[in-house]
């Protein structure tokens, strides 16, 4: 927007809800409301200055052809996008789009993600500077009124759809984003590395901001300037310094997959390709529906389903439970998650599934045991109990195994373990060393150790430019 406003040109503001991209199975109606409640209130903002945003349902080609019919188009404007290989490809379509008609399409560096590096050779540096640059302020300058005609219009049904937000997700918009980061800064945040792992405390004492970051309601610059500001005068530093650290890690995993968008369909290390996982169909629905007889990874489950968030040790424990104790290839579950992730980023999802699955080759293999996760990060069983009321009679003492009741037990409690709550689907201890056996094995393979040397030299930051200028 700022660079349309410096063009001194009349423009159009517009946002594309593509069908391909619908489609795709990594969207889910949840992520196009998210964004459409944004642009609402976008459209509120712009108001006073007489703009507003021009929504199409249409592929991108489609629309810049129809307003290229309408108008000489001279640039085009907007952020680069690290996407997945769909929308790269669309990417590559209008850019030959421009070149034909002579456009200038300017894309725009999104946070401290680098277009173009082979390395990360400086890359720290370079990502402290961008963060600590001013922050663009828009000053909207009256231009030409354009009359146009919207040849793509959402449909009734998909309007609809849109419209009908559910409660349960956090609302979207710059506003809100804004107020969940000043509740962090003022309160919220003191408690942050104490609760950042439990399942329950987390939704508080988090930043929240994710959903805010994922759909540009916010920039990461915008967020890491407020929080650092705050962090040089407040008792709370070390959580906020923590908070900041893991800013940069957005932005960390999301220049791997915009070097490698492969991350989307393949094990970055091909060696891992090699390692067979029989699929088992029970096994997958049963992960995906919360109905693995492992509470802890039941109420995570349901949770994510109705609210669109957890916490990434939690997140990590569901990846873990499929890859490892179900022993299911990663594939089996990345889209399904990244369904119901509210804050579904690309960059970060599938990045963070491989390493969790353990098919980089160079990350330490994670293979959470979920009934000590649950006694460590909710030894009452209050999370758990929230989300799967048929256990709220149970007592501490079983909350975590409820299946090691007797039958005796399982009346007094008023639960029948195989009926009212299904039975563990597998034993832990077994598929514990199963999946330790074969993916720690498979770690001595030629194509596994051949392909490690090549991800640390792509992917791995020098340890010597990790400082903050």
Known sequence: ?????????????????????????????????FQFQSLLQLDQKLKLFNKKVEIFHAEALSVFQDISEQYIIRNIFSYQESGIQLTYDRDKRISKFCKERHIQWHECQRDGI??????????????????HSPIIKNEFTETEELLFD????????????????????????EDVAWRY?????????????????????????????????????ISVRQAYQYVYSHSKSTAAKYPFTSFLTRLK?????????????RYEVACINNGYELLEHPKNEVYIEAWK???TGYPLVDACMRCLIETGWLNFRMRAMLVSFLCHHLYQDWRAGV??????????????????????????????????????????????????????????????????EPYKMSEMEQKIYKVVIGKDYPRPIVDLDVSGKVARKNIWGHRINEIVRKENNRILMTHTRRKENDKQP
């Open 289 to 291: 529906n919360g109905n």
């Open 114 to 131: 680098q277009r173009g590096i082979a390395n990360r050779n400086g890359w720290d540096k370079q990502w402290y500077s961008v963060m």
């Open 335 to 400: 889209y399904h998650l990244a369904n119901q992730f509210l804050d579904y980023e690309p960059g970060i999802h599938y990045p963070q599934f491989q390493m969790q699955a353990g098919t980089t080759g160079v990350n330490t293999i994670r293979i959470y045991n979920p009934v000590k996760q649950s006694q460590e990060h909710d030894p009452q069983g209050e999370f758990i109990k929230k989300w799967l009321s048929q256990l709220n009679h149970i007592p501490v003492e079983f909350i975590h």
């Open 249 to 261: 890690w957005h932005c960390h995993f999301i220049q791997k997959f915009e070097v490698e968008c």
């Open 181 to 217: 980061l000043k509740s962090f800064v003022t309160e919220r945040g003191k408690n942050y590395n104490k609760h950042i792992s439990k399942p329950l405390e987390s939704r508080l004492s988090c930043g929240r901001i994710s959903p805010y970051l994922s759909w540009g309601n």
């Open 1 to 33: 927007m700022y660079l349309a406003n410096q063009s001194d040109l009349p423009y159009l503001i517009i946002f594309i809800f593509e069908p391909s991209v619908i489609s795709y199975p990594d969207t889910s109606l949840r992520h196009l409301q």
């Open 150 to 173: 919207n040849h793509f219009p959402v449909t009734e049904e998909l309007q609809v759809q849109l419209e009908n937000y559910p409660e349960y997700l956090q609302p979207a918009g």
